[in-house]
């Protein structure tokens, strides 16, 4: 397992240099292999979140080491993104009802949270934990057209550990 | 081919259309379906005596189109409603299969199209698709268990993508099979940077297509697809 985060390093805003790491778990909901190309390529599942804050760890305050962020699942593959280019979705997204009217805008982040105490089983002390999150909340089809967006993102930077059946 | 353009030499026909008689369609997607598809399908049971009948009150044949629509269903419009059958009956006097669903109707070729023909293609996929709701049952990121409103008109979806490509001469590709968490069904392609999802709830066919992360510019979405519509988002896909 990966060495502990420095608690030393400040975690008050992410900036946009600063590179994230998207866990993949090792199911083929959030991956696809692309027999085409032979290349195994991220579905937009790999960000969603029952909260629609997908988290992230910030490479920065985890040694820039993915194996921290694929934790205890070692089957789990780790994806990256850039902050800025995560901001730069093309701010705002709109969302629209049935009849395509505007309902609102959502402006995207990546905003620290770090986990300083264990409140639910499957946590741990996580100070590089970070959260995208869109602000208001984006509601179904505003959200997905942003996990569309950021898979698309993370594809273009490729895996850094892939999952345990793609590993060469 | 345009389903515009019935015969004119159609003598007067009159469809006696039962209203109330949506109960006699035994298919349980319409028991989650509101007032208006209660009509539709009271339309499509009438519409479905006469072409197993051979004939109604009226003399209508298949090869027939009716030139005046009585009883309107119930949350119908009029012009909709005689718009919508004048299609059917030109469609069925062309010899094209018609399946009536929830919120229209899809038509596809006899000739050359039976559903066995088109079958392998799907085979896998819709295998597939029937082990979706315990897929996402056991994984703890989705919130929401797949429906089963929606897992019916998710294979009929499916089965009638599959059809149309074939139809069309393209060539089928297997589909990833996931939800929005929504309850809905949902299938995805990608192909050289371009991604294209449907998902399908229990009353709509939403679709979304993606050419890039740029939401505004890369991007674009829409709800219940035309016939054209769905080849053009193949075509523009795989094209």
């Not at chain 2, 003598?11 to 379906?33: M, Q, R, W």
């Not at chain 2, 049952?137 to 268990?145: G, P, Q, Y």
């Not at chain 2, 599959?162 to 990608?190: C, K, N």
């Amino acid at each position: 397992m990966a060495e502990m985060a420095n608690p030393n390093e400040s975690f008050d805003t992410v900036g946009n240099e600063e590179i994230v790491f998207r866990r993949v778990e090792n199911d083929p909901f959030f991956f696809r292999h692309n027999e085409s190309t032979g290349e195994l390529e991220i579905t937009h599942q790999a960000f969603r979140d029952k909260y629609k804050k997908p988290s992230v760890d910030r490479s920065q305050l985890c040694n820039h080491d993915p194996k921290w962020t694929q934790w205890d699942h070692g089957d789990a593959g780790v994806v990256s993104l850039v902050t800025g280019e995560v901001r730069a979705i093309e701010p705002p997204i709109i969302s629209r009802d049935n009849r395509g009217r505007q309902v609102d805008r959502h402006d995207i982040d990546v905003v620290p949270d770090p986990i300083t105490e264990i409140q639910a089983p499957g946590e741990r002390i996580n100070p590089a934990h970070a959260q995208i999150i869109s602000s208001p909340p984006a509601p179904g089809g505003a959200f997905d057209r942003l996990l569309v967006a950021l898979a698309n993102l993370a594809q273009r930077r490729g895996w850094l550990i892939k999952p345990v059946d793609y590993r060469d | 081919m345009s389903p515009s353009a019935p015969a004119t030499d159609a003598f007067p026909i009159i469809l006696d259309v039962p209203v109330g008689s949506a109960g006699t369609v035994s298919n349980d997607e319409y028991k989650a379906h509101n007032r208006q598809l209660e009509g539709f399908a009271a339309l499509a049971t009438a519409f479905s005596l006469v072409l197993s009948q051979g004939t109604s009150s009226s003399g209508a044949t298949p090869a027939m189109v009716p030139t005046q629509v009585n009883s309107v269903p119930t949350g119908t419009r009029q012009e909709q409603t005689e718009q919508d059958i004048t299609k059917w009956f030109w469609y069925a006097r062309e010899g094209f299969d018609i399946d009536i669903h929830g919120s229209g109707a899809w038509f596809y070729p006899k000739r050359g199209l039976a559903h066995e023909n088109v079958a392998p293609h799907l085979e896998r996929s819709l295998a597939s698709l029937m082990e979706l709701p315990a897929r996402v049952k056991a994984n703890d990121i989705f919130e929401n268990e797949i429906d089963e409103v929606a897992l019916k008109s998710a294979s009929k979806f499916l089965t009638h993508l599959g059809r149309l490509i074939v139809m069309t001469g393209e060539q089928w590709h297997e589909p990833h099979l996931s939800t929005e968490d929504r309850g809905d069904v949902e299938f995805a392609w990608w192909h050289r940077g371009k991604t294209l999802i449907f998902s399908i709830t229990a009353t709509d066919v939403h679709y979304l297509q993606a050419w890039g992360s740029n939401v505004r510019s890369e991007m674009d979405e829409g709800i219940n697809p035309t016939h054209d519509k769905l080849i053009e988002l193949w075509r523009w896909l795989y094209g």
